[in-house]
């Protein structure tokens, strides 16, 4: 139950490369890290510490709070505030979508409940979707309410509390959570390159050959969130999914956790610079998606698992999850989505060519940081950017920017990486891209040269 194997690997991934110079001790003061258990009395004293009656549950109040939640905070009380923050897209679903969505209320179908797994028409549509477009043949799928949701399934129908994990830094904070709040509290994270941020598949091998219990899942997300680093096929292939699949006997399964990856042309086009996204399939992976950003469908609330068929007993386990947390996803959302895959990949290509342009203002607005400071960016929508070596505060740096310059970005503290931060470019259209990065620019040249003033 003790989080030390993330602490220590969370440090390790700090000394290598861009935080050489930041004392330790400094690295993860800002996460709340889970403390072991030291019996009841000891606990009922940490609950009363941290403001509960004492009848909260332990996986609630020691999982972090949502960064989303704190940055939310940041715009109470202010109305000009621009977001480069959440991880959004400005557009909304292809309008015969949401024509046909506004016909459908009327439909009892949508009033009732569907099938726990996911409609079968749209079931029908990912599995073509999934054989096409990302070379994913032997997989199941299970429609779920986001790409969130979907993770909380699969630690839950994989992980026992107490069970070791493995993450890459910087980590998507709500994975790292989803962990927290189901005790798997052994939460090894691993260095990435601190040039390319690529998942370190050496130190996995290691990981995974002498931690003992032998971890039950790793974690991959690609494009990576936060930072937007895509990890190219070789590694994918060769190194971390072979190195993973020859230690099956040892780890049962892999999450690839790929980002918002619907359609390959949305993939190709949320690839920047000629590269190309490609899947990875097997008995001991699953790969999960989202609808959210490519088809600007968020509040919607639709993703899926797509899950190795082969692997007897997964099915019926994750439908047991399922069934207690939405039951199914949103019908209507779910009718939305299969009328979006019908637009097709062209209306997404539409949508996300000016991300190109976006993701150059945002580059140029981080540059007061110095060239080597910014990473990733290849795919997705995120930049990540090193602070100055004393900034390891960073949420400090958030609240300043906020506050002084009316600009909102992300902690990377959030992400295990303190001194660090997220910048989303999907979420403003051009000319409010243009505006909030010109206040990122003066925010980051006054802190470069004057400080926090
Ligand atoms: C890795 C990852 N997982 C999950 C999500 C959330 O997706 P959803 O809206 O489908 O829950 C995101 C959003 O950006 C993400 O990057």
Known sequence: MLIAGSVFSCQKVAIVGWKKKIPTSLICSSKRLIPPYLGEEEDQK??????????????????????????????????????????????????????????????????????????????????????????????????????NQ?????????????????????????AYMSFQMTGVTNILVGPGNPKTLHPDAEWLEKTLRETKPTPKLVTVVNPGNPSGTYIPDPLLKVSLSLSLSLSLSLCRLIVLFVTKNVLKSYLKYFMYDGRKHTCVEGNHIVNVFSFSKAYGMMGWRVGYIAYPSEVEGLAAQLLKIQDNIPICAAIISQRLALCALEVGPEWVTEQVKDLVKNREIVLEALSPLGEDAVRGGEGAIYLWAKLPDKYIDDFEVVRWLAKKHGVVIIPGSSSGCPGHVRVSFGGLVEDDCQVAAGRLRKGLEELVSDGMV
């Not at 991880?87 to 292809?94: A, D, H, M, R």
Request: proline share 6%; charged share 20%; net charge positive.
């Open 46 to 147: 940490r609950k009363r510490e941290m403001g509960s009656p004492g009848m909260l549950a332990r996986r609630a109040l020691l999982t972090d709070t949502p960064v989303m939640v704190q940055i939310q905070e940041l715009f109470r009380g202010s109305n000009d505030l621009l977001s480069l923050a959440q991880g959004v897209v400005y557009w909304q679903p292809p309008k015969r979508a949401l024509d046909m969505a506004k016909e459908l209320v009327w439909d009892p179908s949508v009033s009732r409940y569907g099938a726990d797994e996911g409609l079968p028409d749209l079931k029908a549509a990912l599995i073509k979707k999934l054989r096409v477009e990302n070379n994913i043949h032997k997989s199941s799928v299970m429609v779920t309410a986001g790409a």
């Open 150 to 174: 979907a993770f909380v399934n699969l630690v839950l129908t994989l992980c026992d509390a107490g069970d070791s994990v493995v993450m890459f830094a910087p980590y998507y904070f709500n």
